[in-house]
């Protein structure tokens, strides 16, 4: 997919689509966006020194990266799996490192994020392992079990076929009894997708620019 760079409103970058009139992150900030729908209403509800983490959409690879600082931060022990059917090319990835250059830590990271290779677990840091799966989630089959799902799929608008039931009850299976489910949408016929897959959702509030996302809990313990 032809990609442009952005810039949001809390300096880091995006990307945008214009075959799917679609950005990657919030215009409101990209970062942050990130960091409080994923770090803040997934991960932070999990408990545990070892977790397991799936992402639908590992795009420009923030996710990922935000997710490997807090593990680092937490000392905690990540295992990020992530799938991508359209992998961004490594130029783009390169030009949207040059954000984080000012923090050579945080660069570094980056680029071991974006550059190492697919289809394989790959230890970032002492706390970080990551296989990025060049894969459409309809079709992806894995045993694993995780304890967090970061939901991160283009729009309902730009990708129905992404938000329906069959596939909330493909991640449903994914997940442990207990686990969570975050997105930054807030749809109601996602949320009711989510769950006719046996998950409890609910609307929380959102990040800045947006009112509110969805939570979801695998029931049982």
Sequence with gaps: MHTIISTTADGSPTLYVPELNEHYHSLHGAMQESDFVFINNAL??????YIKVFEVGFGTGLNALLCC???????KEILYHSAEK???EKNILDELG????????MWELYKRITGCEW????????????RKINTDIASYYTSEIYDAI???AFSPRAQPEMWTVDIFCKIAGMMKPGAVLSTYSAKGQVRRNII???LRAKRV?????KREMIVAIKPGS
């Excluded at 040059?98 to 830590?105: D, G, M, R, S």
């Excluded at 289809?119 to 990551?130: A, G, H, K, S, W």
């Design 69 to 75: 600082l807090e593990s680092e931060n937490k000392k």
């Design 196 to 198: 006719s897959a046996g």
């Design 86 to 88: 359209f992998p961004v």
């Design 205 to 209: 509030a959102g990040p800045p620019g």
């Design 44 to 49: 932070g509800r999990i408990t545990g020194r």
């Design 119 to 130: 289809e394989n677990d790959v230890d970032i840091t002492d706390f970080f392992t990551l």
């Design 150 to 152: 970061f939901y991160d």
């Design 98 to 105: 040059n954000f984080y250059n000012t923090n050579a830590h």
